[in-house]
């Protein structure tokens, strides 16, 4: 009876998984939920693992073992309110006198569902290893999709459907290359990314080195030291920030370089508008320009991200006075500008929010700057192959024209 | 084994059931939460009321994950075999004399039950912590240089905290049970206090919490936390103040602003007309 519950959770998008849900039958039958504020509590602690998730936990939790939802979360289904379970323990409590027949119909929801809980919950306590009481098919009246007996369904779907099931089925989508992005899956793409080189003390002892020399040495023992391998990438991110094109992507380009800046120690980044000529800016307002050709002194080695929508006017990209070089004045297009930064970090890759599918109904530049730059979408495909551009560096793949450039 | 805090640690209802679910779950307690908030001395007393040993690990940026489990002396051994073990006790020949043992690695040969606690876990890599969470939820590492499986006689209560300087994993936080603890309020704080300081005048307290609550909400880049609270109360006590504020200036100010920055901020306000 708690399976809905974890569904309810998920479709409201906090990330429960299998484990979780198997964590938590594994406490209940510790007894480690006697009353509804442990359960909670215990609930609290499988479920939600980070804060922004606490809030809609709690209204989960509200409209599902209180019925006191409100606004998004729906309400309890009256399949519950119908359910044998329930009704036995209200025949029950009614009989006993412990809820009088005439205040049923204006005793408050919240009441009698907080004491049929508290009873469930007992209950849970005293089978501790008998029947199992919430067992998937197990004997017990409660079960969900129990073999024979009808189980409390608060909101579950129809029986024979194991909830689990469900719940697996799913645990997969988001991992899918088509899937669109979430928080917890760029990281894993971006995680691969690294560049391990000697770095800091020689403190780490090569062991075959030193016997090796010790051996030459007649067994005068001579300790060779090394430097530790350590991940000492740079990267670079230049945002397009302007423009009402890129408008529609603000959401998942925003969640794209928070997750970068977690994952990567020494990341700078800076912000153009629409192409880049002469300089980017270190300010989302583009006030505080920086050269591009300062830009072109870093270390080569340094991954380029560009992250745009390759979308403007062809002028812009391809004639000399589709911008002016902000310190010389050379009238330079925007393409060329491009090659150099392109021909400067071989690890570069362009990162553009439209998907794959539109690119040719989108704009005809985009074409023109993938043969430039490797490109690839913001999907979780997209950016694990931009990883693996970065991390090879090279020629974009298979682009028919890009000899003549 | 339940835990219900300590005579010198105010232990907040909520958070006493969440320790207890962990103890009785096996699972790590993941503690965040602003620096004086007892994150740190929650292991502490659990140890403590619980009378468990306590392996206590200190993270820093550079660690790997595995020499908190073990170090192998290579230079030791080396050295054994080159000039002789003289009266060490060492044996050349067995390689359990030159293996040292982490905290996570002494928590797990332990005989009973012990505390293990991995402070400031934020400051490591993800890579680190990715190594970390295997060996916690095992409860096992492999010495790879006999590839010996160490496993832990019993899994040790397992209480992990972060500053948040940095997002840990998703799989990190996926096997933990991670618990925010929210700043006391002035409730909590007076009992907090009480618990430091029980000879602590009553009157001067009602008057100092307000004025450090105040300052709290001003937005400073460090902003006072209980640690520092306790440090300008005891300030006050020694000093042997009637009242935290005089003639509009924060007595010790000092003990409750840290940084240039916030006392030039602080002081600035001060000087405008309010």
Not at chain 1, 15 to 36: C, I, M, Q, T
Not at chain 1, 174 to 182: E, G, I, M, S, V
Not at chain 2, 52 to 73: H, N, P, Q, W
Request: proline share 5%; aromatic share 10%.
């Amino acid at each position: 009876m708690f399976l809905p519950f974890f569904q309810l959770l998920r479709d409201q998008g906090v990330p429960v998984s299998l484990r979780h849900v198997l964590e938590f039958y594994d406490a209940l039958e510790k007894g480690l939920a006697p009353d509804l504020d442990r359960l909670f509590i215990l609930l609290r602690l499988t479920c939600v693992k980070k804060l922004e998730h606490f809030d809609v936990f709690e209204q989960t939790f509200a409209a599902y073992f209180l019925d006191a939802g409100h606004g998004r979360v729906p309400r309890l289904s009256r399949d519950f309110w119908e359910s044998k379970a329930f009704r036995r323990w209200l025949e029950e409590e009614v009989r006993r006198g412990a809820v009088a027949e005439k205040d049923l119909e204006c005793l408050p929801l919240e009441d009698l569902l907080r004491r049929f809980w508290e009873v469930a919950l007992k209950q849970v306590g005293k089978h501790q290893g008998g029947h199992t009481w919430i067992g998937t098919g197990g004997t017990s009246p409660f079960g969900h999709s129990g073999a024979e007996r009808e189980g409390v369904r608060v909101y579950g779907d129809s029986a024979h459907r194991s909830a689990l099931k469900v719940i697996e089925a799913r645990r997969y989508v988001n991992y899918a290359a088509t899937a669109t992005l979430r928080a917890e899956n760029i990281r894993q793409a971006l995680a691969a990314l690294k560049h391990l080189v000697p770095a800091g003390p020689a403190t780490e002892l090569d062991v075959d080195e030193t016997v090796t020399r010790a051996s030459r040495n007649g067994g005068e023992i001579e300790l060779i030291f090394r430097r530790e391998l350590r991940d000492r990438i740079q990267v670079a991110v230049l945002l397009d920030n302007g423009g009402s094109s890129m408008m529609p992507y603000v959401d998942l380009v925003k969640l794209v370089f928070a997750k970068m800046r977690d994952q990567f120690r020494d990341l700078d980044y800076y912000y153009f508008h629409n192409c880049i000529y002469g300089c980017v800016y270190s300010d989302p307002r583009r006030h505080t320009p920086c050269a591009l050709h300062e830009f072109l002194r870093r270390d080569p080695e340094t991954r380029l991200i560009i992250i745009g929508d390759a979308n403007m006017a062809p002028a812009e990209l391809f004639l000399s006075n589709g911008a002016i070089d902000y310190f010389s004045k050379v009238r330079v297009p925007g393409r060329e500008w491009l090659l150099r930064l392109r021909s400067h970090f071989p690890r570069s890759v362009w990162l553009n929010p439209i998907p794959r599918s539109r690119w040719p109904r989108e704009s005809a530049t985009i074409g023109s700057i993938g043969q430039i730059f490797p490109m690839e979408d913001l999907r979780l495909s997209g950016i694990r192959q931009a990883v693996e551009w970065l991390n090879a560096g090279g020629a974009p793949r298979g682009n028919p024209s890009s000899g003549d450039r | 084994m339940r835990f219900l805090g300590t005579d010198r640690y105010y232990l907040n209802p909520e958070l006493r059931e969440i320790v207890n679910i962990a103890i009785a779950m096996e699972k790590p307690l993941l503690v965040t939460g602003e620096a004086g908030t007892g994150k740190t001395q929650l292991a502490f007393e659990i140890a403590r009321a619980l009378g468990l040993v306590l392996e206590e690990a200190r993270c820093k940026s550079t660690f790997k994950g595995e020499e908190l489990c073990y170090v192998y002396d290579t230079v030791l051994r080396l050295n054994d075999s080159r000039f002789g073990t003289r009266d060490s006790g060492r044996d050349v020949n067995n390689i359990w004399d030159y293996l040292r043992f982490g905290p996570i690695g002494r928590a797990f040969q332990a005989e009973g039950r012990c505390v293990l606690l991995l402070d400031e876990i934020d400051k490591t890599d993800s890579d680190t912590q990715d190594n970390l969470l295997d060996v916690l939820e095992d409860g096992s590492f492999v010495i790879r240089e006999i590839n010996f499986k160490l496993k832990a006689k019993e899994k040790p209560i397992t209480i992990i905290t972060s500053n948040a300087k940095r997002e840990l994993s998703d799989p990190f936080l996926r096997r933990c049970y991670c618990h925010h603890i929210p700043f006391p309020d002035m409730e909590e704080m007076t009992r907090i206090v009480r618990l430091h300081y029980p000879q602590f005048p009553a009157p001067l307290l009602d008057a100092a919490l307000p004025t450090f609550y105040r300052l709290r909400q001003i937005g400073f880049e460090k902003p006072p936390a209980t640690g520092e609270l306790l440090d300008w109360l005891g300030a006050l006590q020694l000093e042997g103040a009637s009242r935290p504020v005089d003639r509009g200036r924060i007595l010790h100010l000092g003990t409750l602003l840290k940084r240039a920055q916030d006392l030039l901020k602080y002081r600035s306000r001060e000087s405008s007309p309010a």
